[in-house]
C-alpha cells in the first residue's frame, strides 16, 4: 500500500512537471507572438486579417455580406454584445464574431487570439481597421496599423509623447450607466453590460452632439467594453 502510494505520489509530481513546462512554453511563445516588435506579431496580425478577408467562410458562419457605416446614428444603436461566430479552440486558437446594431445591422466584424492574460483583436468597420491588445488593465490600440490609443483603468491617452486624454470612462459597479468624459464634458454614457436589462442592451447613450474624432473614441471604448 505505501509502495502504491509513493507511485501514484510520483505521478503526479511528473505530471506537475511536465504541466509547469508546457505552461512556461505557452507563456513564451505567447509573449513573443503577441510583442507588437516582432515579427510573430506581425505574422498573427496577418492571419487574423486573413479570417475577417475570406467573406465566403465568414458567411457560411452567418456573417451578413456587408457592414453598414459607423456614424454618430449607428453609435445610438449599436448593441454592447457581439455574436459571436466561432469560438477559440484546442486546435483553432482564434474566435470570431461581429458587432451589429440592436435591429440586427453589422457594423464591426473582428477575429481575436487569446494566451493567459494577453489578448490580440483585429477589427473591421466599413472603412477603418482597429487592432486591439489587451494585457491585464491595459488595452493598447492601433488605428489603421498606427498607433492610436492606450486605454488604462478607463482613461483613454492617445498614443506618442505627447499624449492627450482622449475619454474617461466611469466605471462604477453600482450604476447601470457609465459616464464619459469627452473633451470637458459629459458626451455620452456606455451600458454597464453585468447590470444590463435588455437581451440586446445598446451600448452607448449619446448626451450630445459628438465631433467625428468623439465618435471614433467612444466606439473604441464601446468596442474595448463588449469584449470583456
Excluded at 467573406?55 to 457581439?82: F, N, V
Aim: hydrophobic content about 45%.
Amino acid at each position: 500500500m505505501v509502495a502504491l502510494l509513493r507511485l501514484l505520489f510520483a505521478a503526479l509530481l511528473v505530471g506537475l512537471f511536465i504541466t509547469g513546462i508546457f505552461y512556461f512554453i505557452a507563456n513564451v511563445l505567447s509573449s513573443i507572438a503577441f510583442n507588437p516588435t516582432s515579427r510573430a506579431w506581425k505574422e498573427l496580425l496577418a492571419k487574423l486579417r486573413g479570417r475577417l478577408n475570406n467573406r465566403d467562410k465568414l458567411r457560411t458562419k452567418g456573417m451578413p455580406d456587408l457592414l453598414i457605416a459607423c456614424d454618430a446614428e449607428t453609435l445610438t444603436h449599436l448593441s454592447l454584445k457581439p455574436k459571436m461566430l466561432k469560438k477559440a479552440g484546442w486546435r483553432d486558437p482564434i474566435f470570431e464574431g461581429f458587432f451589429s446594431t440592436i435591429y440586427q445591422e453589422p457594423v464591426m466584424v473582428f477575429a481575436g487570439q487569446k494566451s493567459g492574460k494577453t489578448s490580440v483583436v483585429v477589427a473591421k468597420t466599413s472603412d477603418k481597421e482597429f487592432v486591439f491588445r489587451q494585457k491585464g488593465k491595459e488595452t493598447e490600440i492601433w488605428k489603421d496599423d498606427q498607433p492610436f490609443a492606450v486605454l488604462v483603468d478607463g482613461v483613454l491617452l492617445s498614443s506618442g509623447k505627447q499624449s492627450q486624454l482622449l475619454a474617461k470612462l466611469e466605471t462604477d459597479p453600482e450604476l447601470r450607466q457609465w459616464p464619459v468624459l469627452l473633451g470637458q464634458s459629459e458626451g455620452a454614457t456606455i451600458t454597464n453590460g453585468q447590470r444590463a436589462v435588455s437581451p440586446i442592451p445598446r451600448a452607448v447613450t449619446l448626451l450630445r452632439n459628438l465631433s467625428p474624432e468623439e465618435e471614433q473614441t467612444l466606439l473604441v471604448l464601446a468596442v474595448v467594453q463588449g469584449l470583456k
